[in-house]
């Protein structure tokens, strides 16, 4: 956009969007609204316009405790006097033991240590290394440790104020949004053109039908939201109060519920508070607490609670999941089933060879692979049938009549994961899924919603024609009755159901399947193996194989070590870069400078690498060697001892002189744990020790790239002996 077009937003632009906000909800959510939320309005719309401005100024800042001196803004004429009229009026406070965690947080990082030591009686007792500690250790150390008055006595708190009634103000919030981290800068954005709004939608119906389940749902996104950042005292505290959480019949408040419960359970089993974690989990018969509570009932040996739990789950599953976790479980600890089923699955899968230099992109390289064989194979994974299911039911989930959207800012309706979209649409669902009895009438229909509501923005199917087209050979080739049986556990719970299925989807003539790929070291989830299984018994043929990288004699690898300023490349830069290229695993050329990274080279740096500022001082810097350095790197595998850091680290270099670098890249530490098992440790210099391998100048570039190349070189060896024990068949 140009300056002349640019949109600016007018004086006091923010206490227009929340009188916009309070209007909409008032008229929507009369009947959610409790006599405090009244109240609020009533005494918001009494406030001067400085207070009312000074008060949503306060509401889009992020906390609810503020230095006073932080709070200038130009349009407030007197800033002093609309405070005092703000605190006569309840809308802010003074700080009390309620805020004690949020003026910690206000803290810098020096000054909580100060307090510290200001306040132990003896500094050296204390279970922290005060001089390293990082802010969030020093913060839950004084929370559980000391007092709210010792901290801030009645002098020191005159420099804070409170944002008060903040509860009121963040439920009229949640009943226009609908999630509690949600603020007035969408407004904003809609009037500066950056977010587009649902424009195909003008009447918006209230998200709750009662005030029982706004309440309800509200604590729990609340509850939700404090549990990731809590600390452990609190999380205690929340335990003991969970008990008396409000509950409710209401099918989105039920799901918000289980969640939080989860997420609370799993807290509470970190701090090892078994029994009160199993006491939160029972708040809940849903998955995935119900499997947390069979696994802490199998460890803490109440074994015949937990059969009859799983026996229970088995008989009547809340959902797929929870059966096939409740069937596996049970087998494997009451029927001495010595493997599971998703680790059987994978060792029952057949295995083809894939060449490394694909190890980045196992889809990508499987489906050439099977090119090679007559079939096309496409990477289809989730996104085909997240389209499909879109345009089968585009009118029951976005026409005007139909729609549960609340808002203009949403794109998803809602009910979708809690089963309320099935509820409501059940008759309408199966006459549509009928349409899939004749392939031919069901691609027309699909072209037909395609061509008349394409590139209209939403937040379930993307508009990619390639797959849209790719989607109607589907529809034609798929087996009779089999899609409608997908397509209605979409529609039942969306959430739970949109992903986990197959990577490939291969064509050959009228033959369709579905293929899983599991590269070395990856797993069978537990909703790809309830994918898998729907597929299959809806009649369509799934496999998965197991890809393993072969090691071709004549591949080149070239083995990189760098050294930097510090550990993150956001904001350090390379010193030093060395690279051995190997060839028929055999070492045939080596490359290695200094590289000036233009700052200072930290102290402790220094003394662990050796490599000084005046050592780097006319080395060239990285963008003079960044040609010379892609050049010999080639097409080769990049190979590194923590291929994460160095591979990183270089892309990162590149990315600041806008140019892109990669390939194909094998980490020596994930390798050697494969491959070379039983070291006592996987660091460069430990591994060099038991292999016998020279390290002369540990933590300088070229050495430590020539000693990971005589590693790579044995891994390789061993890769090589391993790969005569596969078959190496095709599908």
């Known amino acids: ?43 918001f719309q009494r406030l001067s316009l400085d207070a009312q401005c000074l008060y949503i100024r306060l509401v889009t800042r992020k906390g609810s405790t503020f230095y006073r001196e932080y709070l200038k803004y130009d349009e407030i004429s007197d800033l002093d006097l609309t405070l005092d009229e703000l605190r006569t009026a309840r809308f802010t406070r003074d700080p009390d033991d309620r805020d004690f965690l949020e003026l910690l947080a206000l803290q810098k990082r020096p000054d909580l240590d100060s307090l510290i030591r200001d306040i132990a009686e003896d500094a050296a007792s204390v279970p922290l290394r005060l001089s390293s500690a990082r802010k969030k250790e020093l913060v839950e150390y004084v929370f559980e440790n000391f007092s709210f008055e010792e901290c801030f006595p ?79 005292a609190e999380i205690l505290i929340l335990g003991e109060e969970s008990a008396q959480w409000p509950t409710s019949d209401d099918p989105d408040a039920m799901l918000l519920q289980s969640r939080t419960v989860h997420t609370l359970g799993r807290r509470l089993e970190r701090m090892n508070e078994i029994e009160l974690a199993l006491s939160v989990y029972g708040l809940t018969d849903q998955f995935p607490s119900t499997e947390r509570v069979a696994r802490l009932l199998v460890s803490l040996d109440r074994r015949k609670e937990a059969e009859s739990l799983l026996s229970q789950m088995i008989d009547n599953p809340s959902c797929d999941e929870e059966l096939i976790f409740a069937e596996d479980f049970f087998a494997r600890k009451f029927e001495k089933q010595r493997v599971g089923r998703l680790t059987q699955l994978l060792r029952d899968a057949r295995v083809i060879g894939l060449d490394e230099t694909g190890r980045d992109y196992p889809e990508a390289t499987a489906a050439g692979k099977l090119a090679e064989e007559g079939w096309e194979a496409w990477h289809t994974e989730n996104t085909i049938w997240q389209q499909l299911f879109g ?67 939403n937040g379930i199917l993307p508009w990619y024609e390639d797959v849209f087209e790719l989607l109607c050979r589907f529809v034609s080739l798929a087996p009779s009755g089999s899609l409608s049986p997908i ?245």
């Open 1 to 43: 956009m140009s300056g002349k077009d640019a949109i600016e937003l007018k004086a006091r632009y923010y206490l227009d969007h929340f009188n916009e906000l309070i209007g909409f909800v008032v008229s929507h959510y009369d009947h959610a609204l409790e006599d405090s939320h009244r109240s609020f309005l009533g005494d």
């Open 154 to 232: 009645f002098q020191a708190r005159y420099g804070y104020l409170v944002q008060d009634r903040q509860d009121e103000v963040e439920y009229l919030l949640y009943l226009y949004f609908g999630k509690t981290r949600f603020g007035l800068t969408s407004f904003a954005l809609r009037d500066l053109g950056v977010v587009k709004t649902a424009g195909f939608r003008r009447d918006f119906k209230a998200r709750f039908d009662s005030r029982e389940a706004a309440l309800a749902s509200y604590h729990y996104d609340k509850m939700a939201r404090k549990l990731k950042t809590a600390p452990d």
């Open 487 to 731: 397509l209605r556990e979409l529609a039942s719970d969306y959430r739970a159901n949109r992903s986990g299925f197959p990577d490939l989807l291969l064509i050959k003539g009228s033959e369709i399947r579905f293929v899983e790929v599991k590269a070395e070291g990856d797993q069978i989830r537990r909703n790809q193996l309830l994918q898998l299984e729907r597929l299959r018994n809806a009649g369509f043929t799934v496999e998965v194989i197991r890809a393993i990288w072969t090691v071709d004699p004549e591949q080149e690898y070239v083995v990189v070590d760098i050294e930097t300023t510090g550990g993150g490349s956001q904001w350090n830069r390379i010193t030093e870069i060395g690279a051995v290229k190997m060839k028929g695993n055999r070492i045939v050329d080596e490359w290695s400078s200094l590289v000036n990274p233009e700052r200072r080279i930290p102290k402790n740096i220094v003394h662990l690498t050796g490599i000084t500022d005046e050592m780097v001082s006319n080395a060239p810097t990285f963008r003079e060697i960044a040609d010379e350095f892609r050049s010999f790197v080639g097409n080769a595998v990049f190979a590194a001892h923590r291929a994460a850091f160095d591979y990183g680290f270089i892309r990162a270099e590149y990315q600041r002189l806008e140019q892109d670098f990669r390939c194909p890249t094998l980490c020596t530490v994930v390798a050697a744990r494969r491959h070379l098992p039983g070291m006592s440790s996987y660091g460069l210099a430990n591994l060099c020790r038991e292999l016998e391998i020279t390290l002369e100048s540990h933590h300088r570039a070229l050495c430590d790239a020539r000693a990971t190349a005589e590693i790579l070189q044995k891994i390789n060896h061993r890769r090589m002996e391993k790969e005569k024990s596969f078959s190496g068949e095709k599908l």
């Open 391 to 457: 345009l089968t039911f585009w009118d029951l989930l976005f026409d005007p009549e139909n729609a549960a959207l609340h808002n203009e800012f949403e794109w998803r309706p809602s009910g979708l994961d809690s089963g309320v979209f099935f509820e409501r649409n059940r008759e309408r669902i199966e006459e549509r899924l009928s349409l899939f009895d004749f392939p031919d009438k069901a691609v027309l229909f699909l072209r037909e919603v395609w061509n008349n509501h394409r590139d209209t923005p």
